[in-house]
Structure formats: structure tokens, C-alpha cells
């Protein structure tokens, strides 16, 4: 059973910088795909950036020019830079991954945005 576990979640005020970290208990190399949700109270999860193959990257538009999805390979994490940090970004943000026909979460981390 594939488990991610999410780290970095926490308090910033708004215009400061985050990073947040999904821990995967297997090599991040063997999944097809990565990708960083978040649900804000009352709403929907949504999509705020993915990772294909390691390589191709998809965001969110409310996502781009202010974050960065990677893969830290050393550490074997997928990462979310976050930067020009708003209060609409505050929500749970949740770590996924796709190997073959599966997928897996991870239980979230917090991300609180106030002055």
C-alpha cells in the first residue's frame, strides 16, 4: 500500500512564501503521475498543479507565475513552492499519485493565510 504523507503546511501571511512536502513510501520515479489538490471549507477539492512522467507540469491558472511543483529526487518528495501566498490559498492541500490504475492520497496539510 502506497503511502504519502504531507509536511510544510502552516501559517504565512499574505505575500510570504510556503513549501510544502509529500513524502511517498515508494520511489517517486515509479509513479506515472504526482500532483498537488487543495479544499478550501465549503468547497470543492481542485487540482493546483500536476506532474506527468516527472516532467510535465500542469497548474492551475489561479497556480501559475506563483507556484512550482517538483520533485525533489534525493529526497524522494513532491514538492509545491508556493510564493505571492493570498488569503484564497488558504485551504487543507492534499498530496496524490497515480501508479498504473491507482491512485493515493494523502491526508493534507494545512495552509493558513492571515495577517
Known amino acids: 500500500q502506497v503511502q504519502l504523507v504531507e509536511s510544510g503546511g502552516g501559517w504565512v501571511q499574505p505575500g510570504g512564501s510556503l513549501t510544502l512536502s509529500c513524502a511517498a513510501s515508494?520511489?517517486?520515479?515509479?509513479?506515472?503521475?504526482m500532483g498537488w489538490y487543495r479544499q478550501a471549507p465549503g468547497k470543492e477539492r481542485e487540482m493546483v498543479a500536476t506532474i506527468d512522467q516527472g516532467v510535465i507540469t500542469d497548474y492551475a491558472d489561479f497556480a501559475k507565475s506563483r507556484f512550482t511543483i517538483f520533485r525533489a529526487d534525493a529526497a524522494n518528495t513532491l514538492d509545491l513552492q508556493m510564493g505571492s501566498v493570498k488569503p484564497a490559498d488558504m485551504a487543507f492541500y492534499y498530496c496524490?499519485?497515480?501508479?498504473?490504475?491507482?491512485?493515493?492520497w494523502g491526508q493534507g496539510t494545512p495552509v493558513t493565510v492571515s495577517s
Open positions: 496524490t499519485a497515480r501508479l498504473d490504475s491507482s491512485s493515493y
Open positions: 515508494e520511489n517517486i520515479f515509479n509513479f506515472n503521475a
